[in-house]
């Protein structure tokens, strides 16, 4: 009897699930067949890789798809009512299990590696990186999806600065994303172990302040369902995304995502990782990497939160590890013989007295002060001295994340 009064309070309180709604409304675009829409335009796109989601389509019993919010290369993102808990949530439905291997199961384990280290922690930075509601595997007609659960964000913040005039964020507002980034990568590096090596500006999304936009979201695919273009023979259909509008009462802290090529630093690593214009030296070096690497890659995109060095190969007109070292030469100077000494694809680069002989001719030298930023004088100078933390050529000496908590122009900026 004591158990049953114990849960009767809870069951009294749990809500009954609703019901699905129908998506009837026949009103909308039809795109032409010969027309690539979004996904289709990915060079390698197979149709048989995408799970065809349909709007109103119900998965695992409970989350009721209402539209669509985005698409990779590797997935479609979803808007869905979660009919148990009577809330939307982000929708994650990978390509087919085969196609990608191991890659969507090694998201999936740093998700749940991530929330084991938040069990009983008192980081501030666990409410820094995306969280993981639910997850899943479906069928389709040809194999296995993985599906993932998540609170639904709004924009990244590379869709802020492209809303900018001048292509940059004000300055208090990249204080206030590098202190939740930090935040996020001193919780991944220090608790959870963790190296995420994938920092881009798309990668980085904010949350809402009201769930209400999810509410208007959904009226309104209702009322004026989105685009789509209807392929073999109306069995599949790849729709267009629709955004999600900025609520009045604003957007909640920037959160740290994507988390498909994140690694334990606690071990060796020395494979290929980064995006190529944010590869951190010892990457294309050879020299075995860790945690430091993901403060090289915010030291990159820190100006603007967009790419810092340019490693476009004149001669193959494409990147190049080559070109990439003489950029960095370019603005810091040349590299310590000492880490030269320790990388082992170094010979390509450098010769044996560690002088750069890659046999492309360096860009014009700039010094790193030099770069445009909308900051001017001591504003400016303290900036400098931000990005200068953390591109040191030697990992070891690049400024931790938490020490970068402390610096006097993001707290300056915050007034903290």
């Not at 795109?31 to 829409?37: A, G, K, L, R, W």
């Not at 608790?191 to 936009?213: G, R």
């Amino acid at each position: 009897m004591s158990n049953f009064l114990r849960w009767l309070p809870r069951l009294l309180s749990r809500r009954a699930p609703l019901p699905p709604r129908v998506y009837s409304n026949l009103d909308f675009e039809r795109i032409p067949e010969s027309h690539q829409v979004e996904e289709e335009r990915y060079p390698d796109y197979l149709a048989a890789r995408y799970y065809p989601v349909r709007i109103g389509e119900v998965f695992a019993s409970r989350y009721q798809v209402v539209g669509k919010l985005g698409f990779g290369a590797f997935s479609t993102v979803w808007l869905a009512r979660d009919l148990n808990d009577h809330r939307h949530v982000a929708l994650k439905v990978f390509i087919r299990a085969q196609a990608m291997g191991s890659e969507a199961d090694h998201e999936l384990s740093m998700y749940r590696h991530m929330a084991s280290m938040s069990k009983g922690s008192k980081h501030p930075g666990r409410d820094c990186v995306r969280t993981l509601s639910d997850s899943f595997k479906v069928t389709g007609p040809d194999g296995e999806h993985l599906c993932l659960v998540h609170p639904p964000l709004w924009d990244t913040v590379k869709d802020l600065i492209a809303r900018n005039p001048i292509g940059r964020l004000p300055p208090v507002v990249l204080a206030a994303v590098l202190q939740q980034l930090f935040l996020a990568l001193d919780f991944m590096h220090t608790e959870c172990h963790l190296v995420h090596t994938d920092l881009k500006s798309d990668n980085v999304m904010f949350a809402f302040n009201n769930d209400s936009i999810f509410d208007d979201f959904e009226q309104e695919e209702m009322k004026h369902p989105c685009p789509r273009k209807e392929v073999e023979d109306g069995t599949r259909v790849i729709y267009t995304s629709r955004t999600l509008q900025a609520s009045k009462s604003g957007v909640a802290p920037p959160i740290l995502c994507d988390f498909g090529s994140t690694v334990f630093g606690n071990k060796e690593n020395t494979t290929d990782v980064q995006p190529n214009v944010y590869r951190a030296p010892e990457v294309i070096l050879g020299i075995p990497w860790s945690y430091e690497i993901d403060m090289w890659n915010v030291g990159c995109m820190v100006s603007s939160l967009g790419p810092l060095f340019n490693g476009k190969d004149p001669e193959h007109q494409a990147y190049r590890g080559r070109a990439h070292i003489g950029s960095m030469i370019t603005l810091l100077g040349p590299p310590p013989a000492e880490l030269v000494a320790r990388g082992r694809l170094s010979h390509k680069l450098f010769s044996e007295q560690g002088t750069y002989n890659a046999f492309i001719p360096l860009p014009s030298s700039v010094s790193l002060e030099e770069i445009e930023t909308n900051l001017e004088g001591e504003d400016k100078k303290l900036f400098m001295q931000v990005m200068r933390k953390m591109l040191q050529w030697k990992p070891e000496d690049r400024s931790t994340a938490k020490d970068m908590l402390q610096d006097p122009w993001i707290k300056g900026q915050l007034g903290t």
